[in-house]
C-alpha cells in the first residue's frame, strides 16, 4: 500500500522552511480569491446552489492538496462536471447526485489501488479536445439566459431546443444584464493587465455587483434566484436505495473517468511548469477521498483544476501547504463574507462562465487536429458532437471505443505476412535454397485484428512447396484469435503435405504455442530460435 499511496505533503515537508511558507501562503490567498467566484458560477451553471460549490472547494480542495500525489495540484469543481452534475440532477435529483458523488470516489480510489494511473495516461488527445470543446460549448449555450437578461421560465436540457427557445425570447433580453455580462468579459480578460496580482473575475464581481446596489438595477442576483447562502458547513449522509444502486453506476463511471482524466492532465501540465514528477496513483487515491467526502459536506463533484493550479505555480506555490491554504482563504471568505456572495449578479456569473468556456474550447487545438489524420478527425468529431447533442457519459463511451478500433484498425495495416524472396544480410545465397522451400516473414503483434489477413496470405502457398519456413522474429506476441487462425493454416497446409518450421520465435510467442492446440500439429523441435537452424532443418526434410 505504501508504494501505491504515498502524498507528497509528507515527503516535502522535510525540510520546509519560514521562506517557503511565505510563498505557499500568499499562492494560496491568490488561489482562493480566484476560486471563489468559479466555485459559486459552477455551481450555479450545474443547477445546484451558490454554497455547494465554495463546500467543494473548501472540503475536497483541502483533501485533494493534503493526500494528492502533486506538489502544486489544486482541487475543486471544475467547468468539465456542469454538463454530468446537471444531467444527474435532472435525472436522479440532489440525493442521486450525493450518491453518484460518492460511487465516483469509491471508484477513484479502486482506479489508484489497481495501478490504473498509468493506464489513464494513455487516451487519445483527439478524444479529449472533443469532449473538452465539447463541454465548452455546452457550458456556453447554458449562459445565454442569465447573459442576456431573457425572461425564460424554463430552458429545455437539449441543445438544439435550447437555443430554439432562446431564440424565440430574444424579445425579452435585459439591457442592464447584457451590460453586467459584457463588462464582466472584458474585466476578466484585461484586467489582468493592470492589476496583475488580482484575478479579473474577483474584480468583475465587486464592480459589477456595487453597481447594482448602489444603482438598483433590475437585474436577477444570486439573492433573487437562490435565496441566502448559509454561511456553514453541515454533514449528511446520504440515504441509500440499495434496490436501486444499479442506476447510479453509469454516472458515478463517468465521474470517475472524467475526475481522473482531468486530475492527471492538471497534474502532468504542473510538473511540466515546476520540473517535477507527480505520483499518479496517489493522486486518483485522494481524488476519490475527496469526492466520497464532498458530499457528505453538501458538496459535488470534484477533481484537479488546471486554471487554477496554474496560479498556483505561477504565484509563487510549491507545496501543498498552498493548496491546504486556498481551501482555508474560502472557508473564512465563506463564514465572514458568505452573507454579502448572495448579491452577486447572475449575468457576472454568466460572463465569467463565458470566459471559462472560452478558455476551455481549445479551438486552436481543434483546428490544428482538423487538419492533420482523418482517424484523428473522426474521433474528434464524434466525440465533440456527441458531446453536444447527445450526452457525456455516451460520448466518453464511444469515443474510447472508437478510439480502440481505430488503433487496432492501423495496427492490422502495419503489421504484414510476405515471401521472403530476395536475398538478405542473414539469408546468404538465396538462389541455392531449394524450389520446394518457401520463406515467409510475419512482421507485428499476431492479434486478431491481423489474423485473418495472415490466414489468407499464407494460404496463397504454391502447390510445390514441400517445406515453409514462417520467420516470426518480429512478432512481439499472438493471442487466442491469432493462436486460432494460426492453427487452421497449420491443419490446411499439413493437408496439402506441406511441413511447417517457424523461426526466430520469442520467449513469450513460444510458450503461448506450446499451450496452445498448435502443439497437435507442429512439433517442439519445429519451433526454432534462429532462421539459419530452421534452414537446415527444412533441408532435411526436403
Not at 34 to 54: D, N, Q, R
Request: charged share 15%; proline share 4%; with cysteine.
Amino acid at each position: 500500500m505504501n508504494s501505491i499511496f504515498k502524498p507528497k505533503l509528507f515527503s516535502v515537508l522535510k525540510g520546509y522552511n519560514s521562506q517557503s511558507f511565505q510563498k505557499d501562503l500568499f499562492a494560496g490567498i491568490i488561489v482562493g480569491i480566484v476560486a471563489l467566484p468559479l466555485a459559486i458560477a459552477f455551481a450555479v451553471a450545474s443547477g445546484v446552489s451558490p454554497e455547494k460549490g465554495l463546500i467543494t472547494a473548501i472540503v475536497a480542495g483541502f483533501l485533494i492538496s493534503f493526500l494528492g500525489g502533486s506538489r502544486v495540484q489544486i482541487g475543486g469543481p471544475t467547468g468539465a462536471f456542469i454538463v454530468i452534475v446537471y444531467g444527474i440532477l435532472q435525472q436522479f435529483g440532489l440525493e442521486g447526485l450525493m450518491i453518484s458523488t460518492f460511487l465516483a470516489g469509491i471508484i477513484l480510489v479502486l482506479f489508484g489501488m489497481l495501478r490504473l494511473g498509468a493506464i489513464l495516461k494513455f487516451i487519445p488527445h483527439p478524444l479529449i479536445v472533443g469532449f473538452t470543446s465539447g463541454i465548452a460549448l455546452v457550458i456556453f449555450s447554458t449562459q445565454i439566459k442569465a447573459a442576456l437578461g431573457l425572461n425564460i421560465d424554463s430552458v429545455p436540457s437539449e441543445f438544439i431546443e435550447k437555443w430554439v427557445c432562446y431564440f424565440s425570447n430574444l424579445n425579452s433580453f435585459n439591457l442592464y444584464a447584457i451590460a453586467i455580462s459584457g463588462g464582466t468579459i472584458l474585466i476578466s480578460l484585461y484586467a489582468g493587465k493592470l492589476i496583475p496580482k488580482i484575478p479579473g473575475s474577483f474584480i468583475a464581481i465587486i464592480v459589477t455587483t456595487l453597481l447594482v446596489q448602489v444603482l438598483q438595477l433590475p437585474v436577477n442576483t444570486i439573492e433573487s434566484v437562490y435565496g441566502n447562502i448559509p454561511n456553514s458547513i453541515g454533514f449528511d449522509l446520504p440515504d441509500i436505495d440499495w434496490s436501486l444502486i444499479h442506476n447510479y453506476f453509469e454516472p458515478a463511471l463517468t465521474i470517475a473517468i472524467l475526475g481522473a482524466i482531468e486530475s492527471l492532465l492538471s497534474a502532468v501540465v504542473a510538473d511540466g511548469m515546476i520540473g517535477g514528477n507527480h505520483r499518479s496513483n496517489t493522486e486518483l487515491i485522494a481524488q476519490g477521498i475527496a469526492n466520497i467526502f464532498s458530499p457528505v459536506f453538501g458538496g459535488i463533484p470534484a477533481t484537479g483544476a488546471i486554471a487554477r493550479t496554474a496560479t498556483n505555480v505561477k504565484n509563487g506555490g510549491r507545496t501543498p501547504i498552498a493548496g491546504i491554504v486556498h481551501a482555508l482563504t474560502l472557508l473564512l471568505i465563506m463564514l465572514v463574507f458568505g452573507k454579502w456572495a448572495k448579491l452577486i449578479p447572475m449575468s457576472c456569473l454568466a460572463g465569467i462562465l463565458i470566459v471559462v468556456s472560452y478558455n476551455m474550447s481549445e479551438w486552436r487545438t481543434f483546428r490544428s487536429i482538423m487538419k492533420g489524420s482523418r482517424f484523428d478527425i473522426i474521433v474528434l468529431l464524434t466525440t465533440f458532437l456527441l458531446t453536444v447533442l447527445v450526452d457525456l457519459t455516451i460520448a466518453i463511451e464511444i469515443g474510447i471505443v472508437l478510439a480502440a478500433l481505430i488503433f487496432m484498425y492501423r495496427m492490422s495495416k502495419i503489421n504484414g505476412v510476405m515471401p521472403v524472396e530476395s536475398e538478405s544480410d542473414e539469408i546468404q545465397n538465396y538462389n541455392l535454397i531449394p524450389k520446394e522451400i518457401e520463406i515467409y516473414e510475419i512482421s507485428g503483434p499476431f492479434f486478431f485484428a491481423a489474423a485473418k489477413r495472415y490466414q489468407e496470405t499464407l494460404r496463397e502457398l504454391k502447390h510445390s512447396t514441400s517445406v515453409l519456413i514462417i520467420r516470426m522474429r518480429h512478432v512481439p506476441f499472438i493471442d487466442a484469435t491469432g493462436i486460432r487462425n494460426f492453427t487452421e493454416i497449420i491443419k490446411t497446409l499439413k493437408k496439402k503435405k506441406t511441413k511447417v518450421i517457424l523461426s526466430g520465435v520469442n520467449k513469450e510467442v513460444k510458450h503461448e504455442l506450446k499451450r496452445s492446440e498448435i502443439a497437435n500439429y507442429l512439433s517442439e523441435e519445429d519451433i526454432l530460435d534462429n532462421f539459419e537452424d530452421a534452414l537446415h532443418l527444412a533441408k532435411k526434410k526436403v
